[in-house]
C-alpha cells in the first residue's frame, strides 16, 4: 500500500496534521465575538453559517477525520517588499495572499491542489469518501489547525506556526472514515503553546486599532482589510487608515510586524532579480494594472471600464471579487484633493 507520507511529499506538502473530533474547541470564544457584533459587516458570519461551525458535522455528517494542510506562502512576503521598494513601484500594496499564487485566487489554485491530493487518497481508500475545504465553508478552519498542531492563536487572531510563520492559507481534506486507524502511522498532534508571550507589536502598530487586545481577534469594522476587500461600494474608511502603508486590497501590517515572521524573512535567503521578475511575470495584471502606474492614471483607467471588462480584466484574480467600484473606493481615498 503507497504510503501515506508518500502521497503528502509527492505533493510538496510539509505542514500538516490530522483531527478525529468533529468540534470546534473556540466555538463559544468566536459565538461571543459575533454576539458582540465584532464580525461587522461580515454577515455571511452569523444566524445559520455560524452555528454550522459549532460542529464540522453540521456540514459534512459522515466526517471521521480531517487532514489539515497549512500552504506556506511567505517567500511572497519577501520577495513583494524587494517589488516595493524598488522604482517601479507606485507606492500602494495588496495583501501578499493576493501575489503568493501564481498570480490567481487562491480558492482555484489550492482546490485543485486538494482535488489532486484527494485524487490519490481515493486510490489507496477506494471504499472512504473524500471531500475537500477551503474558507468557504462553514468550518472554523483556525481552529481545526490549531487542533492539528499547526500552531497557536495569535494576538492578531492569525495561526502562528514557528517554522513558517503566519504567511499561510489553510486547507483540509474530509474523511468518512477515521484515517488514522488505517496502515499509515500518522502521528498524534501535539498542540502548541502559546509564544507570543508579552509581545504587542500586532496591536500596538494596526494603524487602525482593529485588534482587540484582551480577546485575540479582530473588530472587523475597524480592519483595513475588511474596508478594502469586502465593501463593494463607496463607504468610509476606517479611523488611521492614512496611517498605514498604501493598502489598496487587504492589509498585512500585523503579519508584518510580528517577530515570528520577521524571523522566517530575515533567515530566508536574499532575493535575486530573476526571482522579482518572476514575481511579476506571475502577478502581470496587478503590477500593470494597479501596482506600477501612477494612482492618478490608475483611477482613470478604472473610470474609463465598464464593469464587465474589469471583470474579463481581473478574471481569476483576487481583485475581481471586490470589483470595479470597490477598487475605485479603496484608490480615491488615497487622491489628494
Not at 459549532?54 to 477525520?65: A, L, P
Not at 486547507?171 to 498532534?189: H, N, V
Not at 533567515?267 to 496587478?286: M, W
Amino acid at each position: 500500500m503507497k504510503d501515506f507520507k508518500e502521497i503528502l511529499d509527492k505533493h510538496e506538502i510539509l505542514k500538516w496534521g490530522v483531527v478525529n473530533d468533529p468540534l470546534a474547541h473556540s466555538y463559544e470564544h468566536y459565538k461571543k465575538w459575533v454576539e458582540d457584533g465584532n464580525h461587522g459587516v461580515l454577515k455571511y458570519l452569523e444566524g445559520e453559517r455560524a452555528e454550522k461551525r459549532e460542529s464540522i458535522q453540521n456540514y459534512y455528517e459522515d466526517f471521521k477525520s480531517a487532514l489539515v494542510i497549512a500552504y506556506d506562502y511567505s517567500r511572497t512576503s519577501k520577495v513583494s517588499e524587494k517589488f516595493y521598494e524598488s522604482s517601479e513601484s507606485n507606492g500602494f500594496r495588496v495583501a501578499n495572499y493576493v501575489l503568493g499564487f501564481k498570480g490567481r485566487d487562491y480558492h482555484f489554485e489550492l482546490r485543485e491542489k486538494l482535488e489532486a491530493l484527494a485524487a490519490d487518497f481515493k486510490e489507496i481508500l477506494p471504499n472512504v469518501e473524500i471531500k475537500h475545504s477551503l474558507d468557504t465553508q462553514p468550518v472554523l478552519e483556525r481552529d481545526l489547525a490549531m487542533r492539528a498542531g499547526l500552531g497557536w492563536f495569535g494576538k492578531n487572531s492569525m495561526i502562528i506556526n514557528k517554522d513558517i510563520g503566519s504567511y499561510f492559507i489553510l486547507g483540509a481534506l474530509f474523511f468518512s472514515e477515521d484515517i488514522t486507524k488505517a496502515e499509515f502511522e500518522i502521528p498524534t498532534p501535539k498542540l502548541e503553546v502559546d509564544h507570543c508571550g508579552s509581545c504587542t507589536k500586532c496591536i500596538d502598530l494596526c494603524p487602525t486599532d482593529a485588534i482587540s487586545p484582551d480577546s485575540r481577534t479582530l473588530i472587523a469594522d475597524k480592519c483595513i482589510s475588511t474596508f478594502t476587500i469586502e465593501l463593494f461600494k463607496e463607504a468610509e474608511a476606517p479611523e488611521g487608515m492614512e496611517k498605514g502603508r498604501g493598502e489598496i486590497f487587504g492589509c498585512d501590517i500585523c503579519q508584518d510586524v510580528c517577530p515570528w515572521n520577521k524571523r522566517i524573512i530575515r533567515q530566508s535567503d536574499e532575493v535575486s532579480s530573476e526571482e522579482v521578475e518572476d514575481f511579476k511575470n506571475r502577478n502581470r495584471v496587478l503590477v500593470d494594472m494597479i501596482l506600477t502606474p501612477p494612482l492618478e492614471d490608475v483611477i482613470e483607467k478604472l473610470e474609463g471600464m465598464s464593469n464587465r471588462e474589469y471583470r474579463r480584466v481581473t478574471k481569476d484574480t483576487p481583485v475581481s471579487r471586490t470589483g470595479r467600484v470597490g477598487i475605485l473606493k479603496n484608490l480615491k481615498f488615497y487622491k489628494k484633493d
